[in-house]
């Protein structure tokens, strides 16, 4: 069947365009309402793109949100890039439709001549896979339609590839948030961290956490944990005295005593919550649970010493460095990091203090993460406010305490870097055993456990023949050519000619294999019997 020729627009008889006419034509284009539907959809792929370019960038590296338990992260890049795919097909249908009446048009100058049924071919490239492929091939890629075919192609593969655009790593998420909420909306500590904290104020002895090792003898990786450290340091102190020998002793945070000669006091004893001094600067970087002020006064004839402190407390990282020998746990700690930074939560998220700049020597898992929320952090040091704050003082030797906590901590007074290190141990205790950590397989550190087992140790003693005797192994030949000693073949007689006359003859008799100086092996009496 011969091919029809087909000339749509212009006609034969129409004019040639000259470029004022290309120039208007293409200002009418942008113009023509016949178009107006391509534009939006065009509006409606920048839009899509830049709200997924957005929404990436804003949560790359960061921890997957979850708006509720049926909207997440991946259901929102579904959905944006779904609107980009039904888009971008809708404009690729009307451009590659377009395609074919540009195909037949008259101004169209090539070597192909159109067909009738070339309008199927595009109307079937602008819908499908196959239509698609069998344009790009029929066009030899010489038409502007084949982009619009190679799109169409590509556009298929955009929702199996949109899930691929992100990838979940499993990144261990330490976080601590031990506190609850009445009905008012006011936060408190639970009953297991003000117990800990008691604990830790009061307590001569704050143990560690039990390690498990069944064999008695195991080993693990150098592991870091969110803790809390503390310190305490001696602190300046000015003096002014008045004419009447009144002394106030002021500390730069400003807890101070006041000494008289007419007081009954013969000691004082404060303290007081603080916002940090050059002592303990009160800095951002750090996650503060606590700072507090300690001053002591004797104020009697034979003794007038003035002492003042300033203590912290803060959430640190600490990795330990444990194993178990024989039954017996050694512990100690390899390393402490400090520096945090706030972050603002989102509508869905806490504000938090997170770890950062973890250096390597902590052996954190790559990328962890290591976070207190500030709501933790604030009732915290609430808690810890209430109860640094009281006086003790002594009149005619009998001492009165506003609380036992003020009286546990004068008593430990003389050793405050101990005490210190008590109630950060005992609030350490209790962040590892009800902090959270997310997900649970990648944050493991497994260690090795070892039994004392029975080991062979040979004695080789038949080394000492090994010099002297050959390989022979299995070998019956050798045998044939070994002779027997005169003395011993004597006592044969006629023990081959009965059953098991020769073993009753010379089986019991001790022998030795020698080698004569003629290189003969003779089974011999042992020579040194």
Known sequence: MSSRRVRIWPSES?????????????????????????????????????????????????AEPSWSTEVRLTTVLIAIMSVYRLALKAIMESCVS????????????GKTEAKLEDFKMFDEASRGLYGALVLLWRMKASHLSCVGSLITILILGFETFSSQMVTYTDIPTVSWNNITSNSYGETSLMLSTKAAIYDGIIAATVLDIPVSCE???????????LAVCGSCAESTFTTSCDSDNACN?????????????SALFEYYFTIAPSNGSSTFLNTSSKAIISIFDIMASANTSRDDTVRAYQCELWFCLQSYNVTVVNGVVNRSIAAEWSKTE???????????????????????????RYSVPSDSLRALRTFMDNLTLGNAWQVAGAISYDSDWIQAIEVASGDLSGWISRLALSLTNEIRLTGTVQPDGNSEYRGTAYIMAPHLQVNWYWRTAHDQVCAWKTDSLPMLFCHVSETIHAQVRDGMDVPKGLNRRVGRIEVELIRGDNGEWVFTEPRNH
């Open 14 to 62: 129409g004019n040639k365009s000259s470029i004022s006419d290309v120039e208007s034509d293409i200002a009418s284009l942008v113009s023509d309402e016949r178009w107006q539907e391509e534009y939006a959809y065009c509006l409606v792929c920048v839009a899509a793109a830049a709200v997924l370019v957005a929404l990436l960038g804003a949560f790359n590296g960061k």
């Open 98 to 109: 377009q395609g074919a009446w540009i195909w037949v048009s008259g101004f169209r100058k």
């Open 215 to 225: 064999t008695a003898n195991c080993t693990w990786p150098i592991f870091p944990s």
């Open 249 to 261: 002793y002021s500390m730069p945070s400003g807890t101070s005593i006041l000494s008289t000669t």
């Open 342 to 368: 706030f972050v603002p939560g989102g509508s869905a998220d806490l504000d938090e203090y997170v770890f950062r700049d973890i250096p390597p020597q902590m052996n954190a898992k790559e990328h962890a």
